[in-house]
């Protein structure tokens, strides 16, 4: 009995919503924030070094990466390979907007060992794409900030973390310039 009315309230709220939705008859669109997401589609050579840390030895690193939109136009999903101070790099990255909370979040793993326990999150100034994020690595919180200064068809990024002395340190830099579309 309990199972019957679970699944006819289940049904009934399903309908509901349906109808709900079918009476403004339009799928949601994507807003201005969504769009400017449109900036990192495409296809791009990135470019960098990156400097000593607990986390991964310094050394040049390059990266090829191909940005596309998923479908809807919400989210722009990344694929990149290259060559860092460890070798051989594959990672896969998701940019998005979040309407509630009125930031760009950013999804991203490639193939070292450590994997994002928390979303970064970003803000936007103009040119200026500013994502922070706390986080575990080795064993220990850190606070990381990572900035994108975009220009027309380049953009220069920065890595860095909060030292326990309060002050920033980069760990990376580098330019990445669009290679097509």
Not at 91 to 117: F, H, Q, R, T, W
Request: charged share 25%; glycine share 12%; proline share 6%.
């Amino acid at each position: 009995m309990t199972r019957t009315c679970l699944a006819v309230i289940c049904a009934l709220a399903l309908s509901l919503g349906g109808r709900a939705f079918a009476e403004e008859g339009k799928a949601p669109k994507p807003g201005p924030e969504h769009q400017r997401l449109a900036f990192f589609v495409g296809k791009w050579k990135a470019e960098g070094t990156m400097a000593e840390n607990p986390f991964m030895p310094a050394g040049k690193f390059t990266s090829s990466d191909t940005c596309e939109w998923f479908e809807g136009k919400f989210a722009v999903v990344c694929r990149s390979q290259g060559k860092g101070p460890m070798g051989p790099t594959k990672g896969l990255a998701i940019m998005s907007y979040s309407p509630e909370e009125k930031v760009y979040l950013y999804y991203g793993l490639d193939n070292s060992p450590m994997a994002m326990a928390a979303v970064p999150r970003g803000t936007v100034e103009g040119d200026l794409w500013t994502y922070t994020d706390e986080s575990k690595m080795g064993g220990q919180v850190v606070k990381s900030r990572y900035t994108l200064k975009l220009a027309k068809a380049s953009y220069d990024f920065m890595w860095e973390m909060l030292g326990p002395d309060g002050q920033w340190k980069k760990l990376l830099e580098g330019k990445a310039t669009r290679a097509g579309k």
